[in-house]
């Protein structure tokens, strides 16, 4: 006698559909009245004119901006209210035979983060479009503990965020250098940028949110309400829940911004002023930079690039001299913000913060241009690169952290040797420290046990048909890291086994897991971070 075993979900999804459709001839059937399981019918009704399974919508949903992975969802939902989305997780949930769930954000995973096989993708675009009508869902408070904050929808785009706080006087402290990415995402991921030195991952300027959990429950959580839930979903890569809500911290915001890039030709002294430079790390104005970053420039990479044009074409003679010469040049970024009130001072301030680095002579460069530009500043690279057919291609991303103590060792078997030997660089190269005091442990993020620590963002586009290599040039790396005995950590991670990820979390791993188990035990939500791939469904 044959075992009774039950149908695996994507048959079970595909015969939804061809048994609906069937009787669709009626006239009235639709393909997501009701998930069939071999068990149960858990009726859809709510939602079943919000699930889309048409060419284009399965289309969209299957890749990301990575362009590298391709995988098709049996459904998409688009929901008009968070009540949707209660309404499929629940679903899932209750089902014999649970089905996957991936929230999607602006696209921008590199990896198939936001994906799910034979699954259902929530596309969060479509619910910030849905209340495009009644402006963006945000709110505007007081509080004598936290200052300022707003209420912000998880699905809301960064620089609408930025552009209604604006309105009001105010802005986040916190950014990634691309606006165009949802505050759910960032969230889950930690969201760094420049100003992280200073005030933290965008992580660590949340105060409440709400989150619908792998079980279909809607929760408010808080550092002190529901405190396991919010620190599990913050840099938890949407394995506890699906952000609906953030309140986020607000400061007044500036108007203007002294840009400031130096150029370098040692790495050893680059990291030295860098490290310096986030150590002034007073909350007063006068007394720390806003902003920093830093970045390569090699002869196979661009002097200016998408993220933005900086250089004076009549330097990029001399600079490509020093290119050749040295091989690798280091830019140092930083910026200092002001108003009406500061503009007589910032400029003495500023020479004040940079007085006795050690750039190489004559290289200054300085710009004064508009807060909203200065934030912005990826937007205008985006588009050009559009316009040329040169944005949706492969983007083969490494993003690193690197412990301080071992950072001069990556320079010289990464930056000097596999890079330069690879000659594939075909995008920006970002290398900035941060303080790990400015991150809160008790989140999911994890980063390097150290007091001071560098991102490296290894930013490749390349073709259809030559994405592979970076991968390889990106597996040495990690190679290298593993060989030297550097304790890295991805940020936006990705790893093929589960003992990866352990490794990636370390202490963190069991309380990870336990919080899986208990906001998401069967296994629902975001299957395309392939963190709990090898573990069987928990019934």
Known sequence: MAENLPFPTYFIMILISTITRLVSTAGKANPWSTLLTSKQLVPLDDISDKLHDDQEAIKLASSDYGNMVKESPTAVLYPFSVYDIISLVKSSYNSYVPF??????????????????????????????????????????Q???????????????????????????LAPVSFTDYLYLTVGGTLSNGGIGGQTFRYGPQISNVHEMDVVTGKGDFITCSPDKNTELFHAVLGGLGQFGIITRARISLEPAPKRVKWVRLLYNDFSTFTKDQARLISINGMKQKNALDYLEGMLLMHHGSINNWRSSFFPMSDHPKIISLITKHRILY?????????????????????DILQGLNYIPGLYYEKNVSYVDFLNRVRSGELQLQSQGLWDVPHPWLNLFIPKSR??????????????????????????????????????????????????????SSGFDNWEAFE???????????????????????????????????????????????????MILSPGQRIFSDNKLIS
């Open 472 to 522: 390889a040039q990106n597996k040495k790396i990690m190679q290298f890291c593993e060989d030297a005995g550097i304790k890295v950590k991805q940020y936006l991670p990705h790893y093929s086994t589960q003992d990866d990820w352990k490794n990636h979390f370390g202490s963190k791993w069991k309380s990870f897991q336990e919080s899986k188990y208990k906001f998401d035990p069967r």
């Open 143 to 169: 509080d004598p503990s936290i200052r300022y904050y707003a209420d912000v929808g998880g699905e809301q785009l960064w620089i609408d965020v930025l552009l209604a706080s604006l309105e009001r006087g």
């Open 100 to 141: 996957g769930i991936a929230a999607r954000g602006n696209g921008h995973s590199t990896r198939g983060q936001a994906m799910v096989r034979n699954g259902v993708v929530v596309d969060m675009g479509s619910f910030r479009r849905q209340r495009t009508g009644k402006g963006i869902t945000f709110s505007v408070s």
């Open 331 to 351: 830019c140092l970024e930083v910026a200092k913000y002001y108003d009406d009130s500061s503009e007589n001072n910032v400029d003495k301030e500023l020479q």
């Open 407 to 460: 950072i001069l060792d990556f320079d010289s078997g990464v930056f000097k040797d596999i890079v330069l030997k690879g000659k594939i660089t075909t995008g920006p190269v970002l290398v900035y420290p941060m303080n790990r005091s400015k991150w809160d442990d008790r989140m999911s993020a994890s980063v390097p046990d150290e007091d001071v620590f560098y991102t490296v963002g290894f930013l490749h």
